[in-house]
């Protein structure tokens, strides 16, 4: 498994878009339903980050993308993670979470804020193995918050 960060180009913009669409009926609320794959991919890949997960035939495997460019509050916020059903439990994730907190990092930013569906029950336990705490402030009554210092 190679994980890469994935730079600004139409080939990427395309790339990551196919993802999303490939995972998003493994999200609590279908991805489809909520974003316009294209233009979710090009501001991320504009404003953000996404690395990517790819087995050695290069099918994408998992994939994060968030944000780490609020210079003022110094505040990341991972906006999706997602990794193949038969990867999970594998360390993929891990990988991909590190990934992210390395970027996150180097970036400037001193915390992280991960949310997730409360039906996901998967992803909680994730970043509950992770030690990452509730961030009671930003819980809602569909989705739980984390928070972690960098």
Request: charged share 30%.
């Amino acid at each position: 498994m190679q994980c890469e960060q994935l730079n600004l180009s139409v080939d990427n913009m395309e790339a990551l878009s196919e993802a999303l669409k490939c995972y998003s009926d493994e999200f609590a609320e279908p991805l489809s339903k909520r974003i316009d794959f294209k233009e979710y991919s090009k501001k991320v890949l504009e404003n953000g980050y996404a690395f990517i997960a790819k087995d050695y035939e290069e099918n994408i495997k998992g994939l994060v993308c968030g944000y780490a460019n609020d210079l003022k509050t110094k505040v990341a916020f991972e906006s999706t993670f997602v990794i193949d059903r038969a990867l999970r439990g594998s360390g993929v994730a891990k990988i991909l979470f590190e990934k992210q907190l390395e970027f996150c990092k180097s970036k400037g930013m001193d915390e992280i804020i991960f949310t997730t569906n409360r039906k996901n029950i998967g992803a909680a336990r994730f970043y509950q193995k992770m030690n990452i705490p509730i961030d009671e402030a930003n819980c809602t009554e569909k989705v739980i918050a984390y928070r972690k210092k960098l």
